[in-house]
């Protein structure tokens, strides 16, 4: 079974330049995330999407970061403009179901953002 | 934030049991207590949950306390690959989101 993918790997810009990261979850799973894990600690939820609706977006910056899930799979997550304390990784989770019991998030290699 | 308390660092000896600590005395009773791993440069990878019972798996065994406001996490047979850092995590039954505090750095030498 393919695992989550991301890409880029790795993505360095300038602060105030606007960047993209791409996730292709776990054929099947309804459920996908997003974590930012900044260097030292643990990843922190961004935003949770139910197919292509958002469950969850109380943490995430909305007036530089926005995300979307148009079709139920794919997804992307965008920051404009960057600035320099966005510099983290970024980690796509994806899961079967909901808040189901025993259900497993599946992570992502992760994209590391340096802004400069 | 974190609900859980966890040591920074632990050091374990290759062929030689890990038994990771966690705290987490606010637990909930409808909570399940939760392990994930991060090997370097990776995405953190589920290990094992529980209620109140015992729970063993292929990867690990995870003993919580009978008042569940502490739980171990043991890796039989430490292995160089299982160094990474191990995070405890305490998780609403039926609610998906994870909470992750800074965990604890395991290395596992020869």
């Known amino acids: 079974e393919a695992g989550v993918a991301q890409s880029p790997r790795y993505k360095i810009i300038e602060k105030r330049q606007s960047v993209a990261f791409w996730c292709n979850p776990i054929?099947?799973?309804?459920?996908l995330y997003w974590y930012q894990q900044i260097l030292g600690q643990g990843p922190k939820l961004l935003i949770q999407?139910?197919?292509?609706?958002?469950?969850?977006d109380s943490q995430l910056p909305k007036d530089r970061f926005s995300a979307e899930r148009l079709k139920g799979v794919d997804s992307t997550l965008k920051i404009q403009p960057a600035k320099l304390e966005d510099s983290a990784v970024y980690l796509c989770?994806?899961?079967?179901?909901?808040?189901?019991?025993?259900?497993?998030?599946?992570f992502g290699p992760g994209t590391r953002l340096l802004v400069l | 934030d974190a609900k859980t308390t966890q040591p920074p660092s632990m050091d374990c000896a290759e062929g030689r049991a890990a038994n990771l600590p966690c705290n987490h005395s606010?637990?909930?009773?409808?909570?399940?207590v939760y392990w994930y791993r991060q090997i370097h440069s990776q995405g953190p990878q589920y290990i094992i949950h529980?209620?109140?019972n015992n729970e063993t798996n292929e990867m690990a065994s995870l003993i919580i306390t009978e008042d569940r406001k502490s739980s171990t996490l043991i890796l039989p047979h430490a292995t160089l690959r299982d160094t990474a850092v191990y995070y405890c995590?305490?998780?609403?039954?039926?609610?998906?989101?994870?909470?992750f505090g800074k965990g604890t750095m395991l290395l596992v030498s020869p």
């Open positions: 989770a994806s899961s079967l179901d909901l808040g189901q019991l025993g259900e497993t998030q599946y």
């Open positions: 054929s099947g799973h309804a459920t």
């Open positions: 999407f139910q197919n292509n609706g958002v469950v969850d």
């Open positions: 606010t637990i909930s009773g409808n909570e399940y």
């Open positions: 529980g209620l109140k």
């Open positions: 995590i305490v998780r609403v039954w039926g609610y998906s989101t994870l909470t």
